[in-house]
């Protein structure tokens, strides 16, 4: 498949509207017909073709009136301000899922994404912790959220919940979080205590880069 190479290894977190572990990554309905939500990665190390993309974050704000495979989507890129004129283009030309396999992450997404609202160029704060299965993503007058690690209704202790998808096209392992997200942007919504995951990934134009035994090799568990 011709196009630009192109890797990228990052920290990822996502927010959604379900109820804690999101049910469309066990192939049923979300929880309350809509999907809506953010997704946001922080890139450890990334090119493309010779052009560093270390250090820089993306968000993404989305909603679906259904489940996501049924399309119509609604999305609002943000792009680290600190990437340049080249950097920024290359994250366009990654994130189009242009020259990319079928059915992988931005391929798919391309195909189920309907309107794509102004992109934003602006200041992101991430912050990313996989043993404690913290966050906090905030991106001013767009989004704001934090995930925390879920606590059991009853001792108040912290419940761990892994989510393991050895054939996933977005990760394969995913420590489950509860989210909070408020989006005042494009796109608006309102989460409380809904599905957060945290994960590390590793992304090419044939989709993750490592297979599910390569990936436990490399990363491991907490």
């Not at 190479?5 to 192939?27: F, Q, T």
């Not at 996933?168 to 995951?197: M, P």
Request: proline residues 5%; hydrophobic residues 35%; glycine residues 8%.
């Amino acid at each position: 498949m011709a196009g630009r190479d192109w890797r990228i290894e990052a920290k990822y977190v996502e927010y959604c509207s379900c109820d804690l572990g999101c049910p469309c990554e066990s192939m049923a309905d979300p929880t309350y017909g809509i999907c809506t939500g953010l997704v946001a990665f922080k890139i450890d190390k990334g090119h493309c073709e010779k052009l560093s993309l270390d250090g820089l974050a993306v968000v993404a704000t989305f909603y679906f009136p259904r489940a996501i495979h049924h399309g119509h989507g609604v999305l609002q890129p943000i792009i680290d301000e600190r990437a340049d004129d080249a950097q920024r283009d290359a994250l366009f030309y990654i994130l189009s899922g242009e020259d990319q396999k079928a059915g992988t992450m931005f391929q798919i997404f391309s195909t189920i994404i309907e309107t794509i609202k102004e992109p934003q160029f602006s200041k992101i704060t991430f912050e990313w912790d996989l043993t404690k299965r913290s966050a906090r993503i905030e991106v001013p007058g767009v989004v704001r959220a934090n995930s925390e690690p879920i606590r059991n209704p009853v001792t108040d202790e912290e419940h761990r919940m892994l989510t393991v998808l050895p054939n996933g096209w977005v990760f394969h392992e995913a420590e489950s979080a509860a989210g909070f997200a408020k989006g005042i942007g494009a796109i608006k919504f309102d989460l409380s205590r809904r599905h957060s995951s945290l994960a590390n990934v590793a992304w090419d134009p044939n989709g993750l880069v490592h297979s599910y035994e390569e990936y436990k090799q490399k990363f491991g568990r907490p």
